[in-house]
């Protein structure tokens, strides 16, 4: 439906902040099971026929108009992040897919550790849930999203079989996962949400026209609004876009009635609701309950803990890249989609730091991307073309994935003085990298470098930390049992107030060393399923 159809003035039993990764998932799972849904989305559809991949000056845009960082991006629908005090820039997109429409599609699942970090190493918390207790919303999603990959991978469990069969690795996959293969350490073809054949409505195997990163025209790789919301919107969800949510709103007795926001022409609206799901991601969420304080709630929304907008992690990255001059392997299709190594993803305690890592193999990069800098950087001057010549398409990286365990002062809070162009507060990030997380970069780069010394590169080049790297948000509105320690329950659910509901990746307690939207989405269904069983107290 259009946002003309659409009546604000009618009470709906759910409403929805956010339509990416987790609001498309609840909104599907939902409207499926006879719920009347509504989704608000500070952003747009998207018209893949106008994507940067569509035109030669790609890289350019991707570095502009399509940059993945908001405070470059600068679009109408953007909030303005301050994160001056951050070592981190956190990256995201506002429109209907949400981030998953600049994803990399990269989706390993966490391993059943990652669930008790307290039990298994003394650090963190451990989840109030299991990797069991998810599996089958692992599984479904991977349907819905359509997953490429392959059974039998040694470093996790069991799992049934992908939909597709993997990505191709390609030149450079195959000569690393043979570096991998005489150093006797793990490697897998990565699971990722992008066709290797034809699968889903209208969309066809990825052709390798170039990087998918900001937006796939050929629909090859999955988002949301290809997906999830098409089924969403046929059983009758409302998704209104260009809508700014200003603060959920509360009765006397501080339950959710639904939310003040800011329609696309400018007008202030209200929209009612029986109960409220956030899915605004890690920055957005504990922004908009922060603003959403009252008398009967002077800290924000579901705050009664302190615990809102604090345990932020990122994950933290670095890299290596080696040169390979007599190689020339492909540089466009999937940025880091060949193969993954977990060698030293679990707690080893003959090293200096616990938890662990995983490596991406990413696919060199672009001739402008090249020679402007990224990673490795090509010098400008005299020497330019010939290092241009030397590097283009003979460039391999391992990418690091760091688990970037919870700390309360890394947080997001509300900055006293920047605004977005609505006048509300925009979010400040406070973020410090651990010493925990340096010792795990610092071990990874070296190991990364026999890696690509094993593979034949002449040079590698170190790129010691990423900071234009937050693309996983989490941990501002952890889950868990205690009331006093987090925000939400095992179900998603405030402990505050019974008709609020948290699914994106807030609700994190641990990261993990992988991409986290395949959990994000697998904890949006089941709090969706606990919805459909446990809570017909919400329909009308």
Known sequence: MTNADHNPKRTAEVLIVGAGASGAAVAASL??????????????????SKFPTVKPDYELRAMSSWSINPNKR???????????????????????????????????????????????DGVAD??????????PW????????????????????????RPMTPIPLGKDGEMLAGAFDRLGWHWWPSDNYVNSTRYGEGRDACNFCGHNMMGCY?????????????????????????????????????????????????????????AVVMAANGVGTPRLLLMSKSENHPNGLANSSGMVGKNLMFHVYAGVTGIFPDHEGEWVGPAANMILSQEFYETDPGRDFVRGYSYQTGRGQGPGSTARGGSPRVPWG?????????????????????DDLPEQHNSVSLDPNLTDNSGLPAPKITYTVSDNSRAL??????????????????????????????????????????????????????HDI?????????????????NPTPTIQAIALRTADYITNEREDLKA
């Open 31 to 48: 409207a499926e099971d006879g719920f009347d849904v509504v989704c608000i989305e500070q952003g747009h559809w998207q018209d893949a």
């Open 74 to 120: 600068k679009l109408p629908e953007d909030y303005p992040v301050n994160n001056d005090d951050s070592a981190i820039e956190p990256v995201m997109f506002n429109g209907v897919g949400g981030s998953t429409i600049l994803w990399a599609a990269h989706t390993p699942r966490l391993h059943p550790s990652d669930f008790r970090v307290k039990t298994l």
């Open 498 to 514: 019974d008709n609020l509901f948290i699914v994106d990746g807030s609700v994190f307690v641990t990261g993990g060393a992988v």
């Open 138 to 161: 692992y599984d479904l999603n991977d349907h819905v999203m359509g997953c490429a990959g392959i059974a039998g991978d040694p470093a996790n469990p069991p799992r049934s079989e």
């Open 126 to 135: 451990d989840w109030p849930i299991s990797y069991e207790d998810l599996e």
């Open 218 to 274: 050929q629909r090859a790789k999955s988002s949301t609004d290809l997906n999830y919301w098409p089924r969403a919107v046929d059983h009758g969800a409302e998704l209104v876009t260009g809508a700014r949510v200003r603060e959920i709103t509360t009765d006397s007795s501080g339950r959710a009635t639904g939310v003040n926001y800011q329609d696309a022409e400018g007008n202030d609206q209200h929209q009612a609701a029986r």
């Open 382 to 402: 005299a020497d330019h073309h010939a290092q241009m010549q030397r590097r283009f398409r003979n460039t391999v990286g391992l990418g690091v994935i760091g």
């Open 441 to 494: 970069l610092d071990h990874a780069l070296i190991q990364g470098q026999k890696v690509l010394e094993e593979a034949g590169a002449d040079e590698i080049m170190v790129n010691r930390f990423s900071r234009e790297a937050g693309w996983h948000l989490m941990g501002t509105a952890r889950m868990g049992d205690d009331p006093e320690r987090s925000v939400v329950d095992s179900n998603g659910q405030s």
